[in-house]
């Protein structure tokens, strides 16, 4: 079980992948994110929904937080300098 500050922290990280998220992602670009229960699928971006990005598709239930690479390059949207 998580503690507190624990929770806050990923809450924190959380917040800061979708800003970063929502600064660099463009319509059309491609994604790898981790779903549950830990597998890793490819989408392209469509659009936002709030904080979660909604696929082609359709599915608005991925998370910048979950995003590993972006049109194949790795990338990680917690990191303060804005993922790239």
Not at 46 to 67: A, F, L, T
């Amino acid at each position: 079980m998580l503690t507190e500050e624990q929770k806050e922290e990923r809450r924190r990280l959380a917040r800061l992948a979708a800003e970063n998220a929502q600064r660099v992602l463009k319509h059309g670009d491609r994604l790898r994110v981790t779903k549950c229960p830990g597998t890793k699928r490819w989408i392209t971006f469509e659009c936002w929904s709030g904080q979660w990005m909604v696929s082609k598709s359709g599915i608005d239930d991925y998370h910048p937080i979950n995003v590993d690479r972006l049109n194949g390059a790795p990338v990680d949207f917690t990191q303060e300098r804005g993922g790239e």
